[in-house]
């Protein structure tokens, strides 16, 4: 992720331009193309991502009770074709497709979110937990089906898991008959983290992409004078 001055992008209705990357829509799939120098050990990160949605959604949620942010599910349910050359990667699977966007920083509203996302045989399930600074906390479940319909479900009982290498506390939602478990900690920063995680949803055992954010850290001196060690700031 390399933060780009205004000179550097562009975009039209189906191409998006930053840098030396794009990402570009044909009516069929979402094409990323990758050209980008990655961090902290500077190394050549090059390759196509693809994404061949089965349905699009149109309706974004509110994150909070004011309405000030908003997550929009573009495609739940995708098929997702990568094909790096540097690393070399290979891989076709199931995948998602989303945004947020809002009207104020993520750090003034919130001080911390837990999102998940789950592949079952009856479509994508995600849930999404906020907690406001104004404690108006909010609990969204929901499930989209191959179609892009989607149906509001009772939020699963919610687990305390182990905090990660740097301290981020992580929670995550499953049944109650089968414990959620970290199988695998992916990304762990200061502020974030990303986990693949293990765990029983409406009767069907699944894997699980979780992320934490806490944005009590992400506001401190310290985290925000590291981030261009992480996320390089680039003129062109």
Same mark, same amino acid.
């Given at each position: 992720m390399t933060e780009r001055s205004r000179n550097a992008i562009s975009r039209n209705r189906d191409t998006f331009v930053i840098g030396p990357s794009c990402i570009d829509w044909n009516g069929e799939a979402l094409t990323f193309r990758i050209n980008e120098v990655a961090t902290p050990f500077p190394h050549r990160l090059q390759g196509v991502v693809r994404v061949y949605p089965s349905a699009l959604t149109s309706k974004a949620f509110a994150l909070d009770? &004011? *309405? @000030?942010?908003? +997550?929009?599910?573009?495609?739940?349910?995708?098929?997702?074709?990568i094909n790096f050359q540097q690393p070399a990667m290979r891989w076709l699977g199931e995948g998602y497709f989303d945004m947020n966007n809002g009207d104020a920083p993520l750090e003034r509203d919130f001080r911390s979110w837990e999102w998940s996302r789950a592949d079952t045989h009856k479509g994508t399930i995600v849930s999404y937990d906020t907690i406001a600074r104004d404690q108006n906390n909010s609990a969204l479940a929901m499930r989209f089906d191959r179609t892009g319909t989607?149906?509001?479900?009772?939020?699963?009982?919610?687990?305390?898991?182990? &905090?990660? *290498? +740097? @301290?981020?506390?992580?929670?995550?939602? *499953?049944?109650p008959q089968q414990p959620v478990t970290v199988t695998r900690t992916l990304e762990d920063a200061p502020f974030y983290a990303r986990s693949q995680l293990s765990a029983k949803l409406f009767g069907e055992t699944a894997d699980i992409m979780h992320e934490s954010l806490s944005l009590d850290r992400f506001r401190m001196p310290i985290v925000q004078a590291m981030l261009?060690?992480?996320?390089? @700031?680039?003129s062109f």
């Open positions: 009770a &004011a *309405g @000030r942010h908003r +997550w929009h599910p573009i495609a739940p349910c995708s098929r997702v074709q989607a149906e509001h479900l009772d939020p699963r009982p919610r687990t305390k898991l182990r &905090a990660t *290498g +740097w @301290r981020i506390a992580r929670t995550a939602r *499953g049944d261009p060690f992480r996320m390089p @700031r680039r």
